[in-house]
DNA sequence: CCTACCGATCGGTAGG
DNA sequence: CCTACCGATCGGTAGG
């Protein structure tokens, strides 16, 4: 019961932190900052977290993670690479629109993250960046896509539908979704 | 002649300084790191700027400047809006790829003003949307563009255009200039 | 989860 | 442009 509690605590404390992040970047929110958003104590954080790069680790990677997942199971359920990358377009706007301070998280604070963990999610990208360029791959090969340069027309669409969290208003409804 | 040397010595710290801003986020950028990459002394600066943040907003007005500046030259040059588009997107690129570190901070590191020159700058911001803006209404009156989402257009040209900064090695040449 | 506190570092100033 | 230094704030810890 406690344990319950405990998590959902530990739950908002990452939400918070990650509205902040983006609001303030990270390296201007202070822990302080955060204590005051949850009205407690700067030093009663640290008993749910041990660090301030904790935190961002923990919306980073969890982030990471959706994709990957997402990625993974477009590849396991489709066979069509259209319909495959049709779907992967859909799951990351999903994804995004969903989870709208993590992703900004994800996309632009990242780089506060040190060393060991840095190079990890570098990684991570590549690796869900790496799905697409197979999608496209096999699209060629299915003779449905033309032969492009991989590399820059995968960064060209997720650049694209990244941008989506800059105008996104979640009020604003899922008028494009209707059209996926 | 002091006052030359002390111009070049301005335009060199405002230079590093995105550089800094660009790599680790001005909140995480020490004057005390912008002066080690100087080869000085963090009071040293204090010589030539009165605050941390009076480089800040060196470098996101004076990125405004020009690509108002651009907007404003295409639309006193050129007559057809198709053309005009072109031009504007052309010179924006140019912009941009001539100034990465500059362009980084200005895309990414304003929202680090603080209140005055935040809504200001915010302002002149919207002014250069609003040259895309009519440059699309043009073309719509002269029937060489449809009837879009205007708003909506200009966000996702310079979402498109912007991208170009994260890729963009300078090294890796013009090759996409040749066919603009 | 709090009080009380730490060493480090920050932006910035005085005076030269 | 430097030395010397400031008050404030930072991330984090001890102990309860």
Redesign the interface.
């Known amino acids: 019961m406690g344990e319950i509690l405990n998590i959902s605590r530990k739950e908002q404390i990452v939400d918070r932190a990650a509205k902040l992040f983006k609001q303030?970047?990270?390296?201007?929110t202070s822990m302080r900052d955060l204590a005051a958003e949850l009205g407690i104590e700067a030093a009663s954080i640290y008993y749910h977290f041990k660090s301030k790069e904790e935190l961002l680790e923990k919306v980073c990677f969890d982030m990471a993670d959706k994709f990957i997942t997402n990625a993974r199971e477009v590849n396991d359920i489709y066979f069509n690479a259209e319909e495959k990358l049709r779907m992967a377009i859909k799951f990351h706007i999903e994804t995004i629109t969903e989870n709208q301070n993590q992703s900004s998280v994800f996309l632009?604070e990242w780089?506060?993250l040190s060393e060991p963990k840095l190079k990890l999610f570098r990684q991570l990208r590549q690796q869900y960046e790496n799905q697409f360029t197979i999608i496209l791959a096999d699209g060629e090969k299915e003779d449905i896509f033309d032969d492009v340069d991989k590399k820059?027309a995968v960064?060209?669409i997720l650049?694209?539908i990244n941008?989506i969290n800059?105008?996104y208003k979640v009020s604003l409804i899922r008028l494009c979704m209707i059209s996926v």
């Open positions: 303030k970047g990270f390296a201007a632009s780089r506060n820059f960064l060209s650049s694209t941008f800059e105008w």
